[in-house]
């Protein structure tokens, strides 16, 4: 049974440039959450997909955008890319139906220079 | 002031001691109260979880709430270098089954030397 999945591992951008990130949920999941981890700090919360709408969000500006899509897939899209965006990016995949719990994917590792 | 506060440490101890983590938080409305174990260069594990006050044990792992004090510990026993992790405590006011926003602590790192 698969995992959360995420693409790419690793990613290398400008500052000012656009970037996406993808996440496939775990099988049977139906609700995305992103999170931005900085080095030594703890993850923040982004926003949150369920049936193909933004649920929940966090204090991100709205350079910050996400989608769903309609086989619980998201994306993470971020224009004009800051220094301070350089983070580990965590899709974490939950059901309100599967018992407590998000299964995290390992992340996409962002940098920007 | 963060909503939740966890000492970074470093930690660091002899296999087989008995490892005490803990975050206090200061919003009254957390209800459901996690930790997480994070390897490097992965992305968090759930540990344990607990709702309102109250200890919870699972082998090794005790997590205990202390609603009254905005108080939560992670206790593991007999410690083994392969718990040699980051430990992030994560809560959320969310009640039944719908989980939302997750707040977490900054993370204590742990090392477990043979």
């Known amino acids: 049974d698969a995992g959360v999945t995420q693409s790419p591992t690793h990613l290398i951008k400008t500052r000012g440039q656009q970037v996406t990130l993808r996440c496939s949920p775990k099988s049977g999941h139906d609700t995305v959450s992103w999170y931005q981890q900085a080095l030594g700090q703890g993850p923040q919360f982004i926003f949150q997909y369920y049936e193909e709408e933004e649920r929940q969000r966090g204090n991100f500006p709205d350079r910050f955008s996400g989608h769903q899509f309609p086989n619980y897939s998201s994306e993470l899209n971020v224009n004009a890319l800051l220094l301070g965006d350089s983070a580990l990016y965590l899709c974490?995949?939950?059901?309100?139906?599967?018992?407590?719990?998000?299964?995290f994917g390992s992340g996409t590792r962002l940098t920007v220079v | 002031q963060k909503e939740v506060e966890q000492d970074p440490g470093p930690l660091s101890v002899p296999e087989g001691a008995i490892v005490s983590l803990n975050c206090t938080y200061s919003n009254s409305a957390f209800q459901y109260f996690m930790w997480y174990r994070q390897y490097s260069r992965k992305g968090p594990e759930l540990l344990m979880y607990t709702y309102s006050s109250g200890n919870k044990e699972d082998g090794r792992f005790t997590a205990q709430v202390d609603k009254s004090s905005k108080y939560i510990s992670l206790f593991i026993r007999d410690s083994q270098p392969s718990d040699s992790a980051t430990y992030l405590c994560a809560m959320t006011p969310d009640r039944g089954s719908t989980l939302g926003r997750l707040y977490f602590g900054r993370g204590t790192q742990l090392t477990v030397w043979p």
């Open positions: 974490a995949s939950s059901s309100d139906f599967q018992g407590y719990g998000y299964t």
